[in-house]
Nanobody, 121 residues
Framework: QVQLVESGGGLVQPGGSLRLSCAASGSIFSINVMGWYRQAPGKRRELVAAITSGGDTNYADSVKGRFTISRDNLKETVYLQMSSLKPEDTAVYYC???????????????WGQGTQVTVSS
């Protein structure tokens, strides 16, 4: 059973910083892309940032220059460092990973349970 467990959300003032973590656990053969999505009330879930196993990254335009995604392949963990936070960053943030359980078997998408980030004064 594969699990993605997120941590690090909370309440922060505008201009502040938060660091999210997401650790994968279970019987995992390999992890390709890991990423963060977010969903604000009444809005669709959107990609925030993603990173490949080789370290290539992709960011939503709205977070470029403010957020940094990184990963530790040995710990099977992905991080999202968020700085200069704005009220519009308020959302539930979800970890996502493309995971292969066995050699020769297609990979599948896994999701974390979500962690709330609230940016407010």
């Amino acid at each position: 059973q594969v699990q993605l467990v997120e941590s690090g959300g909370g309440l922060v003032q505008p201009g502040g910083s938060l660091r999210l973590s997401c650790a994968a656990s279970g019987s995992i053969f390999s992890i390709n892309v890991m990423g963060w999505y977010r969903q604000a009330p009444g809005k669709r879930r959107e990609l925030v940032a993603a990173i490949t196993s080789g370290g290539d990254t992709n960011y939503a335009d709205s977070v470029k220059g403010r957020f940094t995604i990184s990963r530790d392949n040995l710990k099977e963990t992905v991080y999202l460092q968020m700085s200069s936070l704005k009220p519009e960053d308020t959302a539930v943030y979800y970890c996502n990973a493309d995971i292969k359980l066995h050699w020769g078997v297609p990979s599948s998408d896994y999701w974390g349970q979500g962690t709330q980030v609230t940016v407010s004064s």
